[in-house]
């Protein structure tokens, strides 16, 4: 069974930075990209990036870069997205979603919620 | 980027009738290779983004086929045959022709 588990809830103070992780099982991990995507509450998704876990190669939304660092850990099949300089603005819920070969997000890790406040 | 619109919600539905859900791209998701690169998923109540159709007209696998979509380059329509009560939740359009992949606002299915 193909399972994306993600790291638990995260209380954060404004300035912080914290490291989001995705443990993928099931499958061969470097056979397929991993995109992160971000809901603020109520809204809608927006896609932060994706990694290529064979290479470590990556794609950000211009809009997180310089806020969005993506790596893996092929050892552990494990991908990571460290988030730096928190505000309020990047409280939300964070999912991590496999790129099928199809170019569809097939498979969605159970979300992060990241919340920042003093 | 690509924009994506949807209504925020469907017109009111009864149960056991159908339902359709409609999506606009502000750009031809239709590649030269012929594939459309438009996708939906419905997000249910407290949990995440499942995918129901790819490339859009081809179900998802375990998708019952009460789920049907179909459209142009720019305008969608996913369809809702027999609406269950497991149906509701918000419906995602979504394009991943070229980056950044984008998302509407996505559609709460309303239950008369």
């Known amino acids: 069974e193909i399972q994306l588990q993600q790291s638990g809830p995260e209380l954060v103070k404004p300035g912080a930075s914290v490291k989001v992780s995705c443990k993928a099982s099931?499958?061969?991990?470097?056979?397929?990209?991993m995109y992160w995507v971000k809901q603020s509450h109520g809204k809608s998704l927006e896609w932060i990036g994706y990694?290529?876990?064979?290479?470590?190669?990556?794609s950000y939304n211009q809009k997180f870069k310089g806020k969005a660092t993506l790596t893996v850990d092929k050892s552990s099949s494990t991908a990571f997205m460290h988030l730096n300089s928190l505000t309020s603005e990047d409280s939300a819920v964070y999912y991590c979603?496999?790129?099928?070969?199809?170019?569809?997000?097939?498979?969605w890790g159970q979300g992060t919620t990241l919340t920042v406040s003093s | 980027d690509i924009v994506m619109t949807q209504a925020a919600f469907s017109n009111p539905v009864t149960l056991g009738t159908s339902a359709s859900i409609s999506c606009r791209s502000s750009?031809?998701?239709?590649?030269?290779?012929?594939?459309?690169?438009l996708y939906w998923y419905l997000q249910k109540p407290g949990q995440s983004p499942q995918l129901l159709i790819y490339?859009?007209?081809n179900l998802a696998s375990g998708v019952p086929d009460r789920f049907s979509s179909s459209g142009s380059g720019t305008d969608f329509t996913l369809r809702i045959s027999r609406v269950e009560a497991e149906d509701v939740g918000v419906y995602y359009c979504?394009?991943?022709?070229?980056?950044?992949?984008?998302f509407g606002g996505g559609t709460k299915l309303e239950i008369k």
């Open positions: 979504a394009q991943n022709l070229e980056l950044p992949p984008t």
């Open positions: 990694i290529d876990p064979y290479n470590g190669g990556t």
């Open positions: 099931g499958y061969s991990f470097t056979d397929y990209n």
């Open positions: 979603a496999r790129e099928a070969f199809t170019t569809a997000f097939d498979y």
């Open positions: 490339q859009m007209s």
């Open positions: 750009k031809s998701l239709l590649h030269s290779n012929g594939i459309t690169y």
